[in-house]
C-alpha cells in the first residue's frame, strides 16, 4: 500500500485544533471519505482498519472511538495510510460528529455502554471547553 500525502491538519482561527497530540500512522479503511470542517472521530474495526464513526450499536468495534483526525482523507479508491492523533487534548467545540451524535451519545456496541466523551478519555484525550488547553475542564 502506497503512502498519500494528505491534506495538512487544519487550523482554526490560527490555533491548532489538538494540542499535545500523539500521533500514529494507520491505515483508513478503503471507502472511507473523511472530510472534516473540525475535528473527526474514529474508530478501529475487527481489521484494524480506521473508518469514521458513524454508528453508536455497531458490535465489530466501529463503535468505540481510538483516535481522531484533522485532516481530509480520501479513501474512497483503495485503503491508505494516514497519520492520526491517539491522544491530546482537544476543544470540544472544535469536534465534529456524524449524524446526531455529542460527546454525551451512548455506545452500545460493547460489553459496557459508555458516552463518546468516556471512550475518547479512555483512549487518551483530554477535553476543554473555553480559554487555554493547559487547563482541563472535563
Known sequence: MDQITQEPDLVLDTRPLVYEG?????????????VP???SI???DADGEYVELTALDATDGTSRPVAVI????????EAIVSHVYVSGRVNESDLSFQNYF???SIL???PTSITIKQALRNAG??????????RDYS
Open 22 to 34: 500523539k500521533t500514529e500512522d494507520v491505515t483508513i479503511k478503503l471507502g472511507q471519505n473523511i
Open 42 to 44: 474514529l474508530a478501529r
Open 70 to 77: 484533522a485532516h481530509a482523507v480520501d479513501a474512497t479508491a
Open 125 to 134: 484525550f483530554k477535553f476543554f471547553t473555553e480559554g487555554s488547553p493547559e
Open 108 to 110: 452500545t456496541g460493547a
Open 37 to 39: 470542517n473540525q475535528v
Open 102 to 104: 455529542t460527546l454525551d
